[in-house]
């Protein structure tokens, strides 16, 4: 498939950016988590491989996927792989999804007020590859209306997406249970993503979400399965994870920037979870 130079459709008043045949770039990984954005972001890879640090999962990226990044879900490139990944981007601002109607759902209120989230990764989905390359096509050519066409092709898209790209959350029953609950950790939950690096305590979490200790940490549990000081560890060992391949800082000063205050117990938790000690993993 030829694929044409790098272009960027943006419109004042329009809610949907698509920026085309861009190319991968290692991200510094504190750069992108200042980053975060409310749009739903939507890469459909065409070329090459690229992983990527999404949430704290990390997920390879290859030709023909098509990658997912919930609203304000923190996510970095951190390898290019032996041929750096080429992708189209879309960028859907949530007041796409305004004056819908009944038939679609409140995707705003879903996916910024009550935790549920797409998944991430979609490989070799011929539906949405075609969706997504009508789009890129429909924003080059700008025929009559078309506008109306690429929203259509969107809308199209999150049908799919709402009908089986969204992530298990058991029955309806547990999701309505989870959903209720990730309110009330919310802030807690964004508290770590963005501080993790500082200190911080149960005590201080439980008061940000104004309920009591004990009930801050079953819920957290409930939402997480986990509790708060796993959940805080493991986003910061991944944190580490992708700075020890991607940096040439110390195992010391990442261990700092990371929130461990004595090296030593940090290269004890890596260990632990992850099966090796960070000097070999960055020697690998």
Do not use: W
Request: with cysteine; charged share 30%; aromatic share 10%.
């Amino acid at each position: 498939m030829k694929h044409e130079e790098h272009l960027s459709f943006e419109e004042e008043d329009f809610p949907i950016i698509i920026d085309t045949c861009r190319t991968s770039g290692v991200d510094n990984v504190e750069d992108a988590r200042r980053a975060l954005h409310k749009a739903i972001e939507i890469k459909y890879f065409y070329e090459g491989t690229s992983t990527l640090l999404i949430g704290t999962s990390t997920v390879v990226a290859r030709a023909g996927d098509v990658i997912v990044i919930n609203p304000y879900e923190f996510h970095a490139t951190v390898d290019l792989g032996e041929e750096r990944g080429k992708y189209h981007l879309f960028m859907v601002e949530p007041e796409f999804f305004a004056g819908m109607g009944a038939e679609m759902p409140d995707l705003r209120s879903l996916l910024l007020a009550e935790g549920a989230s797409f998944r991430t990764q979609f490989c070799n989905d011929d539906r949405m590859r075609r969706i997504l390359l009508r789009a890129v096509e429909e924003m080059k050519t700008r025929a009559p209306h078309y506008r109306i066409a690429v929203r259509g092709l969107m809308l199209e898209l999150f049908a799919l997406l709402l009908r089986y790209g969204m992530n298990d959350m058991g029955d309806h029953a547990n999701r309505e249970h989870v959903v209720r609950y990730y309110a009330v950790v919310e802030p807690a939950l964004r508290r770590i993503r963005d501080g993790y690096a500082e200190r911080c305590t149960v005590g201080e979490l439980s008061e940000l979400c104004m309920v009591s200790k004990y009930h801050f940490c079953r819920v957290f549990k409930e939402v997480t399965g986990m509790s708060t000081m796993q959940y805080l560890n493991e986003y910061r060992l991944k944190i580490a994870e992708t700075m020890l391949e991607n940096t040439d800082k110390s195992i010391a000063e990442i261990a700092c920037a990371c929130g461990f205050e004595d090296e030593s117990y940090f290269c004890r938790c890596y260990k632990k979870k992850l099966g090796t000690s960070p000097g070999k993993q960055r020697t690998r």
